[in-house]
Every structure is written in structure tokens, then in C-alpha cells.
């Protein structure tokens, strides 16, 4: 990871962006970024171009406020064989979501905001009780899809641990 980041910023660098990837959390893409941008759709048009995927921009206050929310979500009903994980779906480019998608067989919804969705994503276990790898359902990507094909447009989605360990880095680098 650190490569690829070197690499990216490289690249604003060259642009003459003044946005630059400062921490990230895991393998998968989830960063914290400073700008003297304000305008969060320039600066995820920034990084979506660099990166070629579609990107989120949130500020570090709204995220906690949105993850604060998720985290308060009572989850669905346990059933035999499954587990629920919590996450976020957050909107890319879409239109503000006035009403919560209908559960899908791979996600039960709740509301947090016009930009973001709360989940809980259904998956599989092993009879021994632990994630079954061999039967994702197509993970968070298949969740995201669920809410951009209920509310149109583009959306991703994260595990609340992915968005939780994010923000806690973006914490730390503020600390420093």
C-alpha cells in the first residue's frame, strides 16, 4: 500500500492538486485524505480519476456522525447458519435517498441519511460457526449494487470495521 500511495500522490502532485492520500486503513482503498479543496466533488473527481473506480469524499465530521448512527442500529433477528455485519453504503453520485431500499438477499437496510444508507449484510457461516469464504454472495460490492439499482446512481459500500478503523487513523493523524 504504501508504494501505491507514493505513487498516487506522485500523480497530484503532477496534476498540481493540492489533495493528497495522508493514512489509509487496510488493502482496499479506504483513505484519509487533506486538501485545501472545499469542494468534496472536485476532489473526488481527483482521486476517481486517478484510481479509475468511483470515490467518496466525506468530511471527518460527517463520517463519525454517520457512523455513530450505524453503530446504534439494532441488527435483524439472528437466523441458523448466518450472521449479520454491519455497514455503510454511501452515496457516490446519486440522488439524495428520501426512502430505505427493501431488503435484498444480501442486505437488510435502515436510514442514516440522504447520502448514506445503513446495512446489514447477510453472510454465510461454516458449520463451525466462523465466515464462510466460499459463499460471499457477492460481499459489499453486491450491496452497493443493491441501493444503486433501489435509488439510482452510484453508491459504496463498507464494512462499519473498515469505516470505524478509517476514521480512527484519521483520528490519529490529527493527534500527531
Known amino acids: 500500500m504504501g508504494e501505491w500511495i507514493l505513487e498516487i500522490n506522485r500523480k497530484l502532485t503532477s ?6 492520500i495522508v493514512v489509509w486503513y487496510g488493502h482496499t482503498g479506504n483513505f484519509v485524505v487533506e486538501s485545501s479543496r472545499a469542494d468534496q466533488s472536485a476532489i ?8 479509475g473506480v468511483s470515490c467518496a469524499v466525506l468530511p471527518f465530521h460527517d463520517a463519525l456522525d454517520i457512523t455513530s448512527t450505524a453503530e446504534k442500529a439494532p441488527s435483524p433477528p439472528s437466523l441458523e447458519g448466518k450472521r449479520w455485519t454491519g455497514g455503510i453504503v454511501f452515496a457516490v453520485r446519486s440522488q439524495p435517498c428520501r426512502s430505505v431500499p427493501k431488503q435484498t438477499s ?3 437496510f435502515f436510514p442514516i441519511s440522504e447520502n448514506a ?8 457461516l461454516t ?5 464462510d469464504r466460499e459463499r460471499r454472495g457477492g460481499g459489499w460490492g453486491a450491496v452497493s449494487g443493491d441501493v444503486s439499482k433501489a435509488v439510482g446512481g452510484v453508491w459504496t459500500a463498507h464494512s462499519l470495521r473498515t469505516v470505524i478503523g478509517t ?10
Open 127 to 131: 458449520p463451525g460457526a466462523t465466515l
Open 106 to 108: 444480501h442486505a437488510v
Open 15 to 20: 496534476l498540481e492538486s493540492t489533495t493528497r
Open 117 to 124: 444508507v445503513g446495512a446489514w449484510k447477510e453472510d454465510q
Open 167 to 176: 476514521l480512527e487513523k484519521a483520528r490519529l493523524r490529527t493527534e500527531q
Open 44 to 51: 473526488a473527481g481527483e482521486l476517481t480519476s486517478l484510481l
